[in-house]
């Protein structure tokens, strides 16, 4: 077996690598192609950033292109660039939007990695004869024992460890991905990046949603869905009237800052009514959730979901959060899974990814996840 587990020498071993432009996809392909695989890097257009902006002269992705473009060349490896914006705008950005016209908290970043990335890019890495697909993503993956497949790991780098926007990587495409990342540091990989001699090594890190400038998404969402965009009211739980506001899309669940309410009290979004178009507010105690409802589940673990009842796991119902404690199981009835959290988390949102980890160490295994589709303070809301 080769570096990648795969059973042939590195020459004859064609890997396709995901280049956007950034420092982490591009020092993946260079390891791959220091050690001798037959390396091809593909970048993806996904959006006009100049068009998200709606203003000319912004298209901060053709600069990554560029970016990817000049890494192959010092490289010294093929690089091919491919039209996805159809594929990304329906696949991604319109779910985007209507998610958050339902009242929800979507991860685009998921859905990328599911729709895009993971299906259309790894289909096209195949037609072009890679023996595997190959990202800079902070994630590990290992063979299971017994050739069973391999199995998805927190990555080394715990402050960089993006497991969470992969938990719906299926065991198919495990099988045929590569992290050459996961185990090594971010300060490791600038440095990898320097002594390659790369342009990008002092490249900033990406903090946005690719396709919404300055974090501003109330306005990408508003120029895609114009017409739905509806004015409401903000009540307490208790009923009384506090205010107005231009669209629920300016607001997520937990949020405390912006409400522009003058009570006195700090007051959070608890909840969102799409329907009648409100924004319900209450203090910081009602955002307590213990019961989580997944839908559109993905299971890497090795038993059946079907037949879990209570099985200790972790959860991570944030990027930015730690896994914590908690138990799942199977509701057969409602056709979902049930995540039970052992303590309280605040700001908990449908819409929103909640990834299944088998224990809360730092190189957990990830189980799975899925779409959360409610919430509940106490098992017995839910009767």
Not at 45 to 52: E, I, K, P, S, V
Not at 148 to 169: I, N, V
Not at 296 to 311: E, S
Request: contains cysteine.
């Amino acid at each position: 077996m080769n570096s990648l587990d795969l059973p042939k020498a590195p020459q004859d071993t064609r890997v396709v690598v995901a280049m956007s432009g950034g420092v982490d996809s591009s020092v993946a392909a260079a390891l791959l192609q220091r050690e001798g695989y037959d390396v091809v890097g593909i970048t993806l257009q996904l959006y006009d950033h100049g068009a998200a902006a709606h203003r000319r002269g912004a298209c901060c992705a053709g600069q990554d292109i560029h970016d990817a473009r000049r890494a192959a060349e010092t490289l010294g490896i093929p690089h091919y660039v491919l039209d996805y914006e159809d594929r990304f705008r329906e696949a991604v950005i319109d779910r985007f939007a209507d998610g958050y016209l339902r009242g929800e908290t979507p991860i685009p970043c998921v859905e990328c990695n599911r729709s895009i990335k993971f299906r259309d890019l790894l289909a096209t890495a195949r037609d072009l004869g890679a023996d595997a697909l190959a990202t800079g993503h902070y994630v590990a993956s290992r063979p299971l024992p017994g050739g069973g497949g391999r199995a998805l790991y927190r990555a080394h780098d715990p402050a960089r460890d993006q497991s969470y926007f992969l938990y719906a990587t299926t065991p198919e495409q495990l099988a045929f991905l590569r992290f050459p990342l996961g185990e090594r540091p971010k300060d490791e990989t600038r440095r990898l990046a320097q002594a390659f001699g790369l342009a990008v090594a002092d490249k900033p890190d990406s903090q946005d949603i690719c396709f919404v400038p300055q974090g501003r998404y109330r306005d990408v969402i508003a120029r895609l869905r114009p017409d739905a965009v509806r004015p409401g009211e903000i009540v307490h739980l208790d009923g009384r009237r506090l205010g107005r506001h231009e669209g629920i899309i300016g607001f997520t669940v937990g949020q405390r800052r912006g409400l522009k309410l003058a009570t006195g009290e700090p007051l959070y979004v608890v909840r969102l009514d799409p329907g009648e178009a409100r924004v319900v507010v209450g203090p910081r105690e009602a955002l307590a959730t213990s019961i989580i409802r997944l839908g559109d589940p993905n299971w890497l673990g090795d038993a059946p979901l079907a037949d879990l009842r209570d099985a200790p796991v972790a959860v991570r119902v944030r990027s930015t959060r730690e896994p914590r404690p908690a138990t799942l199981t199977w509701d057969p009835r409602a056709g979902c899974a049930e995540i039970t959290l052992t303590a309280a988390e605040d700001g908990v949102s449908p819409g929103q990814a909640c990834v299944i980890y088998a224990d809360d160490g730092p190189r957990a295994r990830v189980l799975g996840g899925g779409t959360i589709l409610r919430v509940e303070a106490e098992r017995r809301a839910a009767a």
